[in-house]
């Protein structure tokens, strides 16, 4: 019997871009031809289809690279099951309702790299069924070597609640976070609605971070900061959508683990909207509620 998997890797090229100008058209530039990003594909017509995107750039780390590949091969086979399950279902049961077919768009890309550390932002929208599709956001950091993401326990040498590290993340956070929303949402900004409803659930504590990648420095060659990604739904309504929060290595440097330290250095490239002791910070009452 057939699998219902049909694995299939396809590369593709980027072609060199061709000036025109009226019928004549010019000599084409020289452009670099970018290695091929590995793309897997599945698909089962009318019920589900699957693409999971893998950044070219991992062929520099053989053990990642297959250890992502693995992992997101295991993914699609229960996401192809899930699908040919219901739909199997709506079939027996609910033939009169109408049926979307399911479908999930993976891409993995770095946003830093060298010899010792590689940070990945592994993005993904799927639909499972409901009114729209969703996104999730699973950042992956990890050292070179082998797939062991790491988290704030690892990167600070004290993680517990209210600890110096989580204290100045937690306000670095809200007051970046804040000032995005600020930008975003222009008149419909509500900064008391804000720190009463969606920022509330922000602390100085390990759960109450998001996933989290590293940004590289102004010379590329170490981080320089962090970015914390907030999906849809946990800092804001589904139509506002996720938020991407920048803290730079000055806010965290002092409580880095030995370990860690050597990965950052100096400034991030991407710039920051506030500072220490902007307005948007979060306001503590006396009795710290």
Do not use: C
Request: aromatic share 10%; hydrophobic share 40%.
């Amino acid at each position: 019997m057939k699998s219902l998997l049909a694995f299939a890797l396809l590369l593709s090229t980027v072609p060199a871009g061709f000036a025109q100008t009226g019928s004549t058209a010019s000599v084409p530039e020289e452009t670099e031809t970018l290695p091929p990003d590995e793309v897997i594909e599945d698909t089962l017509p009318g019920v589900y289809s699957v693409t999971i995107t893998l950044d070219h750039r991992l062929e520099n780390y053989p053990g990642i690279m297959n250890a992502l590949r693995e992992a997101e091969l295991s993914g699609l086979a229960e996401f192809a099951a899930l699908a040919v399950n219901d739909h199997r279902s709506w079939i027996d049961e609910s033939p009169d309702w109408s049926w979307n077919a399911y479908f999930s768009e993976t891409d993995i890309s770095i946003t830093f790299a060298n010899e010792d550390v590689i940070s990945l932002d592994r993005q993904s929208s799927y639909y499972t069924g409901g009114a729209h599709p969703n996104q999730g956001r699973s950042p992956i950091v990890t050292r070179a070597d082998s797939l062991n993401p790491a988290g704030l326990d690892d990167l600070f040498a004290e993680t517990a609640p209210d600890s110096p590290a989580l204290t100045a993340l937690f306000y670095a956070v809200y007051r970046e976070l804040m000032a995005l929303k600020r930008e975003r949402l222009g008149a419909d900004f509500d900064e008391a609605m804000e720190r009463e409803t969606w920022l509330a659930p922000l602390a100085p504590e390990v759960d109450a971070f998001p996933g989290f990648v590293l940004i590289a420095n102004q010379s590329g060659e170490a981080a320089g900061g962090l970015m914390f990604h907030f999906e849809p739904y946990e800092v804001g309504s589904y139509a506002e959508g996720g938020y991407d929060v920048p803290v730079p290595l000055s806010v965290f440097e002092a409580y880095l683990t030995g370990e860690w330290a050597d990965v950052f250095d100096g400034a991030p490239a991407q710039a920051v909207l506030t500072e220490a002791g902007d307005a948007l910070e979060p306001i503590i009452s006396e009795t710290g509620d």
